[in-house]
């Protein structure tokens, strides 16, 4: 079975930066297309990014393209969302997930099988 743990999350002014962890376990993590979901108060939950083929492709909501960086370490079993120039807009609760192989290009929530427990990520203004 797969466990998704997510970490990172926390308090930061607009204009800083957080990093987001999160850590697989349960099978082989490079057969998985991992992604980063979020959901704000009152909101759907929405897209952020994905990442497949071990790190080769990913694939980003416009909303945070260049804002925003995807990447994982496949000897740790990790997942990372790294977050520059965070906006009020992005106060979210942050959602690791991961879909089973093979891999593919996924950025709706039902395409994805396990879910982590989130994490909150606040911007003041």
């Known amino acids: 079975q797969v466990q998704l743990v997510e970490s990172g999350g926390g308090l930061v002014q607009a204009g800083g930066s957080l990093r987001l962890s999160c850590t697989f376990s349960?099978?082989?993590?490079?057969?998985?297309?991992m992604g980063w979901f979020r959901q704000a108060p009152g909101k759907e939950r929405e897209f952020v990014a994905s990442?497949?083929?071990?790190?080769?492709?990913?694939d980003y909501a416009d909303s945070v393209q260049g804002r925003f960086t995807i990447s994982s370490d496949n000897a740790k079993n990790t997942v990372y969302l790294q977050m520059n120039s965070l906006k009020p807009e992005d106060t979210a609760v942050y959602y690791c997930?991961?879909?089973?192989?093979?891999?593919?290009?996924?950025?709706?929530?039902?395409?994805?099988?396990?879910w982590g427990q989130g994490t909150q990520v606040t911007v003041s203004s």
């Open positions: 349960g099978r082989t993590f490079t057969a998985y297309t």
């Open positions: 997930a991961a879909k089973r192989p093979p891999p593919a290009r996924a950025t709706m929530s039902f395409e994805y099988d396990y």
């Open positions: 990442i497949r083929w071990g790190g080769y492709s990913t």
